[in-house]
């Protein structure tokens, strides 16, 4: 009523082509596409390297490599990502446990996981990470879970219990992207954080720019 509304025809194959993906993930999923990529942490200083972050990839049988800035959206906002964050977990958990075997892990190493924003506020997120981390028998302080200050914007409080609680198992945090968004320094007083991941955006031209410094 007492308004115009325009067919767009970029929406109708926008909203198609979300609904396809959708249905190939859950494909992806069942037939086991997703794979992870482990980026290695170099200390600067010594060129050893000190942990690794666990990058989730998806090799569609047609399209090839799928870029995760298309497909991890979908999965956040269908709801899936609870399912696949925890599969991510789970197999980076198998990774680490297999390089501590060989000797190409050592007890000082962390494993970073991005926790999506979904997944971090699903009701068994925490009875679900502990009880993986008993039945692998996998030491809780090799993690390092990522969030991003959108999850803490969010519900400090409630995002501060689940932490702490988290943390009280042995599990590292680290802050993601900050100050891309809604940077307070006060949020580092209240959060459990041990590793804060400042953007690059502030960081590129430090060498260059008295302002960065």
């Known amino acids: 009523r ?3 509304q325009f067919f767009n ?6 909203a198609k082509n979300v609904l396809v993906m959708e249905g190939d993930l859950h494909r992806a999923l069942e037939d086991q596409r997703f794979s992870l990529h482990y980026q290695p942490r170099v200390d600067v200083k010594t060129g050893k390297v000190v942990g690794a972050e666990a990058l989730l990839r998806w090799k569609h049988p047609e399209k090839g490599m799928v870029s995760p800035s298309e497909f ?4 956040e906002t269908s709801g899936m990502i609870v399912e696949v ?11 680490v446990k297999t390089w501590l075997d060989m000797g190409l892990w050592d ?13 971090f506020r699903s009701d068994n997120f925490v009875d679900d990470v502990v009880s993986l981390l008993k039945n692998e028998e996998f030491p809780p302080q090799l993690m390092e879970m990522e969030i991003t200050e959108g999850i803490v914007i969010h519900n400090l409080d409630e995002t501060v219990a689940t932490m702490t609680t988290l943390q009280s ?14 940077s307070s320094i ?4 209240q959060l459990p954080v041990s590793i804060l991941k400042i953007d690059q955006s ?9 302002n960065d410094r």
């Open 107 to 119: 007890e000082s190493m962390r494993l970073g996981i991005n926790i999506s924003p979904r997944q």
């Open 202 to 210: 502030f960081v590129r031209d430090i060498t260059e720019d008295r």
């Open 169 to 182: 198992k042995g599990i590292n945090f680290a802050l993601d992207d900050f100050g891309t968004g809604y």
């Open 72 to 75: 991890i959206p979908i999965l």
């Open 2 to 4: 007492n308004g115009v």
């Open 85 to 95: 964050g925890m599969w991510v977990i789970a197999n980076a958990i198998k990774q």
């Open 9 to 14: 025809k970029y929406m109708a194959d926008n």
């Open 186 to 189: 006060s949020y580092l007083k």
